[in-house]
């Protein structure tokens, strides 16, 4: 077989005009594995591949020998377990998964799951094996690629497995590959598992999390998500967001109606958080059907509480423009009567109702701001109206004692 690779052939010592039978091949580009150099051992891993895809029974052999533990070199077996799984072979899975339940050196052994994930539907039986691994106590690197193989595989009956795992897994880089894999098998089983890691310390993770939830599309997965879409890290927050995207608007509207319980308010707020992360016409065109007579309601109730505190100011304006004439007792009525009556029709003025949420508050803007204006200078206007009434009341006092006296 030709050899084009010319630095290969300088190194192995191969005349250029010499082709090598596909066995002698293979067996020098093992040789080749032992080298130092990096590109040299790919270019060798690429050349076993040819020849073992072309020459499958007798390649495979040879490559599969150079997994022997006892070989001294280490790059070998790398090497040649790399080679087997860009081949994808269906007969060297059961060899593969010996060496992933045996083998003595963890890396190896989860080199070994790695290249069983990249064999995709081909490894469909090292399934078992596989989830047997994510249980392996000697290495975090063994359980994180057998998770991802898994996911790779879509091994069905290894979404229990894996949810058991993430469940007891530490390790962040495992974790991940757990809560992707769960995302690759699209079963609503993982779901709660998800949720809860929505809020795990590692932030890939709980992106992970969420794309997971984004491809499984069950709904009990909306309400946390929304809450998810707040998230301190902009990445997650971006995948977070492609996961709304995947639920349909029916599933986004039940959950709503079912979470708000009847509460137009609360279910405005959650469409809001949604809508504030997602284009969505459907939910919110739903949103504004809700909001307008809200809306409407609460502007009619803020005009009436506008025209109280516009009447309290004339009511000010027009006693201070008479207050030199005033008795002693219109002063007196003042300060026992009128005065405390318009401080109890200010004080049970609330505008609290209008701030609880923030789409209220949002679409009331301006109406809110002209009633606060009006809510403070009326305070200030009735609180000065007071001390004038209570100066004049001691001044007008003070001269009826020098007239008696006198």
Same mark, same amino acid.
């Given at each position: 077989?030709?050899?084009?690779?010319?630095?290969?052939?300088?190194?192995?010592?191969?005349?250029?005009?010499?082709?090598?039978?596909?066995?002698?091949?293979?067996?020098?580009?093992?040789?080749?594995?032992?080298?130092?150099?990096?590109?040299?051992?790919?270019?060798?891993?690429?050349?076993?591949?040819?020849?073992?895809?072309?020459?499958?029974?007798?390649?495979?052999?040879?490559?599969?020998?150079?997994?022997?533990?006892?070989?001294?070199?280490?790059?070998? !077996?790398?090497? *040649?377990? /790399? %080679? #087997? &799984?860009? =081949?994808?072979?269906?007969?060297?899975?059961? @060899? $593969? +998964?010996?060496?992933?339940?045996?083998?003595?050196?963890?890396?190896?052994?989860?080199?070994?799951?790695?290249?069983?994930?990249?064999?995709?539907?081909?490894?469909?039986?090292?399934?078992?094996?596989?989830?047997?691994?994510?249980?392996?106590?000697?290495?975090?690197?063994?359980?994180?690629?057998?998770?991802?193989?898994?996911?790779?595989?879509?091994?069905?009956?290894?979404?229990?497995?894996?949810?058991?795992?993430?469940?007891?897994?530490?390790?962040?880089?495992?974790?991940?590959?757990?809560?992707?894999?769960?995302?690759?098998?699209?079963?609503?089983?993982?779901?709660?598992?998800?949720?809860?890691?929505?809020?795990?310390?590692?932030?890939?993770? !709980?992106?992970? *999390?969420? /794309? %997971? #939830? &984004?491809? =499984?599309?069950?709904?009990?997965?909306?309400? @946390? $998500? +929304?809450?998810?879409?707040?998230?301190?890290?902009?990445?997650?927050?971006?995948?977070?967001?492609?996961?709304?995207?995947?639920?349909?608007?029916?599933?986004?509207?039940?959950?709503?109606?079912?979470?708000?319980?009847?509460?137009?308010?609360?279910?405005?707020?959650?469409?809001?958080?949604?809508?504030?992360?997602?284009?969505?016409?459907?939910?919110a065109r739903i949103c504004k059907e809700i909001k307008n007579p809200i809306i409407a309601e609460y502007q009619s109730e803020l005009?009436?509480?506008?025209?109280?505190?516009?009447?309290?100011?004339?009511?000010?304006?027009?006693?201070?423009?008479?207050?030199?004439?005033?008795?002693?007792?219109?002063?007196?009525?003042?300060?026992?009567?009128?005065?405390? %009556?318009?401080?109890?029709?200010?004080?049970?003025?609330?505008?609290?109702?209008?701030?609880?949420?923030?789409?209220?508050?949002?679409?009331?803007?301006?109406?809110?701001?002209?009633?606060?204006?009006?809510?403070?200078?009326?305070?200030?206007?009735?609180?000065?109206?007071?001390?004038?009434?209570?100066a004049l009341q001691k001044k007008k006092g003070v001269e009826i004692s020098q007239t008696e006296v006198t």
């Amino acid at each position: 077989m030709p050899l084009e690779d010319e630095e290969l052939r300088r190194i192995m010592k191969i005349p250029d005009d010499q082709e090598l039978p596909p066995d002698a091949l293979c067996d020098v580009m093992i040789r080749a594995l032992e080298s130092h150099q990096l590109l040299i051992r790919s270019s060798a891993v690429n050349q076993l591949v040819i020849v073992g895809k072309s020459h499958p029974q007798m390649a495979i052999s040879k490559i599969l020998s150079a997994l022997d533990p006892s070989i001294d070199y280490w790059t070998v !077996r790398f090497g *040649a377990v /790399e %080679a #087997l &799984g860009e =081949i994808a072979n269906k007969s060297t899975i059961p @060899p $593969l +998964l010996e060496y992933l339940e045996t083998d003595e050196d963890p890396d190896f052994r989860a080199m070994v799951a790695k290249q069983l994930g990249e064999m995709r539907d081909v490894a469909k039986e090292a399934g078992s094996g596989l989830i047997k691994a994510l249980s392996d106590q000697e290495s975090s690197d063994i359980r994180e690629n057998a998770a991802l193989a898994l996911g790779q595989i879509k091994i069905p009956h290894a979404v229990e497995p894996l949810i058991a795992a993430l469940e007891k897994e530490k390790e962040a880089y495992a974790r991940r590959q757990m809560c992707w894999s769960l995302g690759e098998l699209s079963n609503s089983q993982a779901n709660p598992v998800l949720i809860k890691t929505l809020k795990d310390k590692d932030k890939e993770t !709980r992106g992970n *999390a969420a /794309e %997971a #939830l &984004g491809k =499984i599309r069950d709904s009990t997965s909306v309400l @946390p $998500l +929304l809450a998810a879409a707040k998230d301190r890290d902009v990445d997650v927050q971006a995948k977070v967001i492609w996961a709304l995207k995947q639920l349909s608007s029916e599933t986004i509207v039940s959950e709503v109606e079912n979470a708000a319980q009847g509460d137009s308010l609360v279910a405005i707020q959650y469409y809001g958080d949604y809508l504030f992360n997602v284009d969505n016409d459907e939910v919110a065109r739903i949103c504004k059907e809700i909001k307008n007579p809200i809306i409407a309601e609460y502007q009619s109730e803020l005009g009436k509480i506008k025209t109280e505190l516009e009447r309290c100011k004339v009511f000010v304006s027009e006693t201070f423009a008479k207050l030199a004439n005033l008795s002693s007792e219109e002063l007196d009525n003042l300060l026992q009567r009128d005065i405390p %009556a318009i401080e109890s029709r200010i004080g049970g003025i609330s505008l609290y109702k209008y701030r609880k949420y923030k789409w209220i508050e949002n679409d009331l803007f301006f109406d809110l701001d002209e009633a606060n204006k009006l809510y403070k200078e009326s305070g200030v206007m009735i609180s000065e109206l007071r001390d004038n009434v209570q100066a004049l009341q001691k001044k007008k006092g003070v001269e009826i004692s020098q007239t008696e006296v006198t």
